[in-house]
């Protein structure tokens, strides 16, 4: 019996399961608009994602999204890794996830930065608020994960509070002054400013702004790896006669209450380029399509009978300037796409965590999120 004689029948058939209904994959024009953003020489086309289940369901492809599929398609390659930068690619991802990690980065990992600042003495040109201002933004070197958060109530401890003493001065008849971060010296020990209060004739021990109850170098985490900042950053200049004394009492705090807690410089993603030549270049053609790329993505080959050819060299270099692709004539030859499930991204740290920690840690709180929506839920 025939399908048609059988839905005459009163049995039912799958649209699925009819002949003239393609399965199992996608035809080439939607499976390139599904998976590739199309650049033309005027902007880029077919930005969005569709995450719909049933969106190809007429063509009898299964578009929902599935763990198992997730596991094995999911890769993080490392191209370059130094002690401040990593570049990775990250393959088989939604721009949604992608982007959850760059926010991570900057706004929600902690890191420690000096917070408050006692000014004993200032005759320099840069007002208190000013010079506060500019040491907040030093990056310290040191692993936050060993503090606590000060909270409002908490007394400044050797466990949540870091403390520097900055006493600086340009005698008379010496040349003018810089002021580098160089010149901050961490006070294991804690603060030495005492309080107003703390000035009394009594037997009791003078109070000072924080409450050590031991020193933090006697700590094992400190002991062979001292607290520091990151040298050579300006913080001031001083004339012949000024003079700089201060406190800076260092919290943790993460980005989003103040973008001197970001611990990264910067960090962002690209989807992966991807450069085709629809027709062979050669000749002077291909020497007009070498000079048109200011990016050098493309390259000459030399052939067996001495003609030159055209080839994509490096399409990872392609910035989508587009300017292989001004003219129409050349848009027919030549076709730009980004490939939609796959970034390269790119951390730079400022220096208190290496950038593979910042990934893993990021990777740890986009966790937490997860199990507490899953835990909200249930």
């Avoid at 880029?44 to 049933?54: A, E, F, K, L």
């Avoid at 950053?233 to 970001?262: D, F, M, N, R």
């Avoid at 003219?327 to 730079?348: M, N």
Wanted: charged residues 30%.
């Amino acid at each position: 019996m025939s399908d048609a004689e059988s839905m005459m029948h009163g049995g039912f058939v799958s649209a699925l399961d009819l002949p003239d209904v393609p399965s199992s994959k996608l035809p080439h024009h939607l499976d390139l608009r599904r998976t590739r953003v199309l650049c033309n020489s005027v902007a880029p086309d077919n930005t969005d994602t569709v995450q719909y289940s049933g969106a190809y369901a007429s063509m009898g492809v299964d578009n929902s999204l599935r763990l198992d599929d997730f596991r094995n398609n999911f890769k993080v390659n490392v191209n370059r890794l130094t002690a401040d930068e990593m570049e990775f690619d990250m393959v088989g991802v939604d721009p949604s996830l992608a982007n959850a990690f760059r926010r991570i980065l900057l706004a929600e990992l902690p890191t420690m930065a000096i917070e408050k600042v006692f000014i004993a003495n200032n005759t320099s040109v840069i007002q208190d608020e000013v010079l506060a201002h500019r040491l907040g933004l030093v990056p310290i070197i040191v692993d936050p994960r060993h503090f606590d958060y000060l909270s409002e109530n908490d007394r400044p401890n050797e466990k949540n509070t870091i403390v520097f003493k900055l006493h600086v001065r340009c005698k008379k008849g010496d040349p003018r002054g810089t002021v580098k971060s160089d010149e901050l010296r961490w006070l294991p020990k804690g603060s030495e400013f005492l309080k107003e209060s703390g000035a009394s004739a009594s037997n009791t021990k003078a109070e000072t702004y924080t409450s050590f109850n031991f020193s933090q170098d006697s700590m094992p985490e400190f002991s062979d790896n001292p607290i520091g900042v990151s040298p050579g950053i300006i913080v001031a200049k001083l004339a012949p006669g000024q003079e700089i004394e201060l406190e800076a009492h260092a919290v943790k705090g993460i980005g989003k209450t103040h973008a001197k807690w970001s611990p990264v410089a910067t960090c962002w993603y690209r989807m992966l380029p991807e450069v085709v030549l629809n027709e062979d270049i050669k000749g002077d053609m291909a020497e007009e399509l070498v000079k048109k790329c200011p990016a050098s993505v493309f390259d000459i080959e030399e052939l067996a009978n001495g003609k030159k050819r055209a080839t994509v060299a490096r399409p990872r270099a392609c910035t989508l300037c587009r300017e292989c692709v001004r003219d129409d004539e050349w848009e027919r030859r030549i076709s730009l796409c980004r490939v939609k499930d796959h970034f390269i991204f790119t951390i730079e740290s400022v220096g208190a965590l290496p950038p593979e920690v910042l990934f893993t840690e990021a990777v740890k709180i986009l966790e937490d999120k997860c199990e507490r929506v899953i835990s909200d839920l249930s």
